[in-house]
C-alpha cells in the first residue's frame, strides 16, 4: 500500500523548478531574528523577577500571555491565508515584536510586561503560517530539508537570546532591551524582499490557472486520529521543553548556586542544542520516512529525561543538550507529516502546529511555575521527565512515504 499524498499536493505549495535556497536562507534569517527577540522575554525573567518582585506563578503568566496571543492567533491567520494569501503581511507581523520589544524596555509595572508580551505573541502568531508556507513554496519537493532550514534559523535564534541578553542585558538593566529594535528593522526589510518574491510566485500562479484540488488518500477517520496523535507528541515535546526554556536558569541558580549570567550561558548550551537537532530532522524524514523520524526523537529522549533530574552540574549540562538534540528533530518531522496528511491547508496546519506548539509552552510555563511555587523546581523536572514516554503512541501513526521502487 502506497499512503503517498504528497502526489496530491498543488503546484503552488512546492517549489516549480528547484530549491530555492536564497529564499530558504532569506526566511531562515527572518526566523532567526523573530525567535532571538522573543526568546529575550524568557532570557530576562531572573531581571524581571528581581525588578519586580515576582513569584513564578507570575513568570509562568507573561510566558502565557506571549504564548497564548500567538497560539489562538496562528490557526485563524493561516486559515484565512490558505484562502486569501497576504504576502506582505510578514514585514507587518515583525512591527509587531518591535513595538512589544520598545514597550518592555520601558516597562514600570506587570501589566505593562504582559502587554509586551502579548504584541511579541501576536508578531509570532502573524509570521510563523505565512513564512512556513514560503518555505514549502521554495522547497522543490524537499519539504524536510525545507522545514528544516526554516525551523534551524528559529532555534539559533532563540538560542542567541539568551546568550546576548547575558552580555547587553543583564550587566546593564532592561532598558537595554530596545537596542534590539535594530534587529527587528533588519528582519522587517529582509521580509519585504520575500514579500516580493512570494508575491511574483501568487502571480505566477494565477497565470498558469487554478491548480488541481489537493485529496487526502486517507480515510478521514484515520487522519483524524493521526492529527490528534500528532498534537498529544507536540504537547509532550513542548510541555518539557518549557520546563528547560522557562524554568532552566532557576533550576540551576536554586540547585547548584550558579550566577544569573552562569545560568544563561548554560541555558544557550541547551537552545544551541534544540538548533542542532532542528536541522537533522527534516532532510532524515526525507529519506527514511517523517514516522521514525518522531518515533526516534520523542520516545528515544525519554533515558535522558529521566535522568537529568538526579545528575550533579556537569552531567545536567550534558543532559540537556542531549535531550535538546534528539528532542528538537521531531517538529520538522511531525509539521510536513501534518501537512501530507491535509494536502492544501499548509496555513491552517502550520498555524494551527505552530499555536499548539506555542500554546503548550504558555500553559505548561504557567502550570508548571504554580507547581514549582508550591512545591519546588526540583519536582518540577521529575514531573516532566515521564512526558516523552508519549512517544509509544506514534506506533499508531499511517505509514504515508511512497515505497522506494
Not at 538534540?325 to 496555513?347: D, H, N, R, T, W
Not at 504557567?366 to 521529575?382: C, F, H, M, R, W
Request: charged letters at 10%; aromatic letters at 10%.
Amino acid at each position: 500500500m502506497t499512503d503517498s499524498i504528497e502526489s496530491k499536493i498543488p503546484p503552488k505549495e512546492s517549489a516549480l523548478k528547484g530549491t530555492a535556497f536564497k529564499v530558504l536562507t532569506a526566511i531562515s534569517v527572518s526566523h532567526l531574528l523573530n525567535d532571538m527577540l522573543q526568546s529575550l522575554i524568557l532570557a530576562i525573567y531572573p531581571l524581571l523577577q528581581k525588578e519586580f518582585t515576582l513569584s513564578f506563578t507570575q513568570i509562568g503568566m507573561i510566558t502565557l500571555t506571549y504564548q497564548v496571543t500567538a497560539s489562538l492567533l496562528q490557526p485563524l491567520i493561516g486559515h484565512y491565508t490558505d484562502k486569501h494569501p497576504k504576502p506582505y503581511s510578514l514585514p507587518v507581523g515583525m512591527g509587531f515584536t518591535l513595538a512589544g520589544l520598545l514597550l518592555l524596555a520601558v516597562a514600570q509595572s506587570f501589566g505593562v510586561i504582559l502587554i509586551a508580551a502579548a504584541l511579541v505573541g501576536t508578531g509570532s502568531s502573524v509570521f510563523h503560517p505565512e513564512s512556513s508556507r514560503v518555505a514549502r513554496m521554495a522547497s522543490g519537493g524537499r519539504h524536510g530539508l525545507a522545514q528544516s532550514l526554516f525551523q534551524v534559523g528559529g532555534n539559533f535564534g532563540s538560542a542567541l537570546g539568551p546568550l546576548l541578553a547575558a552580555v547587553i542585558i543583564a550587566p546593564y538593566g532592561k532598558g537595554n532591551v530596545a537596542w534590539f529594535s535594530l534587529a527587528a528593522l533588519l528582519g522587517m526589510v529582509v521580509l519585504l524582499q520575500v514579500s516580493r518574491w512570494y508575491s511574483h510566485q501568487q502571480q505566477l500562479a494565477k497565470k498558469r490557472g487554478p491548480a488541481p484540488v489537493a485529496v487526502s488518500l486517507l480515510p478521514k477517520r484515520t487522519v483524524v486520529k493521526s492529527l490528534t496523535i500528532l498534537l498529544v507528541l507536540v504537547f509532550s515535546k513542548y510541555f518539557y521543553l518549557t520546563s528547560l526554556s522557562s524554568y532552566y536558569t532557576f533550576y540551576l541558580i536554586h540547585k547548584f548556586g550558579v550566577s544569573i549570567q552562569e545560568a544563561q550561558f548554560h541555558l544557550f548550551a541547551f537552545l544551541l542544542a534544540v538548533a542542532a537537532g532542528t536541522i537533522l530532522g527534516g532532510p532524515i524524514g526525507d529519506k527514511i520516512g517523517r514516522k521514525y523520524v518522531i518515533w526516534v526523537s520523542i520516545l528515544g529522549v525519554a533515558p535522558f529525561t529521566l535522568l537529568l533530574p538526579h545528575a550533579n552540574l556537569l552531567w545536567t549540562s550534558v543532559l540537556s543538550v542531549i535531550i535538546g538534540v534528539i528532542l528538537a528533530s521531531a517538529f520538522s518531522a511531525i509539521l510536513v507529516y501534518a501537512q501530507e496528511l491535509i494536502p492544501g491547508k499548509v496555513g491552517m496546519v502550520s498555524g494551527l502546529f505552530f499555536g499548539l506548539a506555542f500554546g503548550m509552552g504558555g500553559l505548561g510555563a504557567a502550570v508548571l511555575g504554580y507547581v514549582a511555587d508550591k512545591t519546588s523546581i526540583e519536582l518540577v523536572y521529575q514531573i516532566c521527565a515521564f512526558l516523552p514516554l508519549l512517544g509509544i503512541l506514534t506506533a499508531f501513526l499511517p505509514n504515508l512515504e511512497r515505497k522506494s521502487t
